[in-house]
């Protein structure tokens, strides 16, 4: 008796593990671009909002170098938000307070995708917290939008060019 229940949990914990194992080979990165622009002449602690133009999703080409489809795809998330300052050269996110990015299609509603509140930097690169959201529907689509809150702690004085790349987790199903 005791060993058909030592058999059990055996082939449970292998059972488990190699799932995991199988996901880890059906998952891979799918990284993306954009950048947005902070006008300047907002007033300090005032709240504004950034929307970026459509943000192509080069999902359906991703997908194909990985040997899958959108149909096969089980779940996306972000595992990683980094913000640079690419003009003016010599600025630093010093100015900002707090930022909030969220994620919408034509065909799906808005979500938060990354953030960063009480921002203490002197550096012109910001790590954002991702958010734990399923992002499959946004992954593939054809396109995107992104939305960006933003809070300052300065007066802006020019424009300040960002860029921010985006790196989701991809995980597929094998049939």
Known sequence: MKTKIYLSIVAALLLITSCNVIDDLLTFSLDNQTTVTIPSGFPVNTAFNLVTPDVPSNSSTEFKNNN??????????????????TNPANKSFSFLKSIHIYIST??????????????????????????????????????????????????????????????????????
Do not use: H
Request: net charge negative; glycine share 0%.
């Open 106 to 175: 034509n065909n799906s509603d808005e979500i938060e995708l990354a953030f960063l509140d009480d921002i203490n930097s002197t550096s012109n690169t910001l790590n954002l917290t991702c958010t734990t959201s399923k992002l499959d529907t946004y992954i593939k689509a054809s396109s995107f939008k992104l939305r960006t809150e933003v809070l300052t702690k300065e007066t802006i004085t020019q424009d300040i060019s960002v860029k921010a790349d985006m790196k989701f987790r991809v995980t597929a199903d094998p049939f």
């Open 68 to 85: 899958t489809n959108a149909e096969l795809v089980k779940d996306v998330k972000l595992s990683e938000m980094k913000l640079t300052i």
